[in-house]
């Protein structure tokens, strides 16, 4: 039954079972359906309208698709500064809420790319969330991810 409402074949063919509770608290939207996340739904300390949505993550689900994957350390994702929502940059892209605006930190007429978070309302620069990543996790990057 989890399989089919979530669409997740693991549940069914994955070599580690996963506990029936587990499995009920998936069935039920009070646990992540994400099996490498398995978080507690709902997330602690967000009363936001992103996750007030049944079964939402905001460990690892993209707050613009609501969905997951099982990419980590890419620049596939893009995270707010504020309160810590994610989305895959492709949705952020195609929904326009990753595009040009107006600088938040130089003088007025130049432009730099930003991230709108719907969770929070907030816009953060992208130059510094890339930044990061790079800094942080490139080294780990294999020729799949590169390319």
């Not at 979530?6 to 549940?11: C, F, L, N, Q, V």
């Not at 608290?25 to 996750?51: A, G, H, M, W, Y």
Request: hydrophobic share 35%; aromatic share 12%.
């Amino acid at each position: 039954m989890v399989t089919l409402k979530t669409g997740i074949s693991d549940y069914l063919f994955r070599k580690n079972r996963f506990p029936t509770s587990e499995v009920v608290e998936v069935f039920l939207f009070s646990r992540c359906k994400n099996p490498t996340c398995s978080s507690v739904l709902p997330v602690e300390d967000c009363d936001c309208k992103i996750c007030a949505n049944k079964g939402f993550c905001s460990a690892c689900m993209c707050q613009i698709c609501l969905k997951f994957d099982y990419a980590s350390n890419t620049c596939s994702w893009v995270g707010c500064n504020v309160c810590s929502h994610w989305c895959h940059a492709d949705c952020g892209i195609q929904m326009q809420y990753i595009k040009p605006g107006p600088s938040l930190k130089e003088s007025s007429g130049t432009t730099e790319m930003q991230f709108y978070c719907l969770g929070c309302g907030h816009t953060s620069e992208m130059f510094g969330f890339v930044k990061e990543v790079f800094l942080c996790v490139a080294r780990e990057w294999g020729f799949e991810v590169l390319v």
